[in-house]
């Protein structure tokens, strides 16, 4: 029972910070799309990758200390993916 409440606490949590993420990453891709309308406007090819390059360089800086560096820099990469492939369709 003990592991029910506690579980149901995380869950909670973890339902809170799902909520404030999805509304940043919805935020993140209408930019990104406007970049890509940008780029598409001035025939500009929609891979940066020394801007991904320097970006996750700031994240690197930024996160200092913090244990899950690597998985935060793995969920750019992914990021970075999706918005690029977002960007194709704008
Ligand atoms: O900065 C740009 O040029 C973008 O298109 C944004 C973005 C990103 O998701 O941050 C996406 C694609 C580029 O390769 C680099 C960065």
Sequence with gaps: MLFEIEL????DQLDRIDEQICVL???RFEITDEVGRLKKSYDQPIDQLSREAQIKQNLTDKLEGYKH?????????LLFDMSKKSQKNV
């Design 25 to 27: 990453l919805e935020q």
């Design 69 to 77: 560096l690597n998985e935060i820099l793995n969920l750019y990469e």
């Design 8 to 11: 149901e606490a995380l869950r």
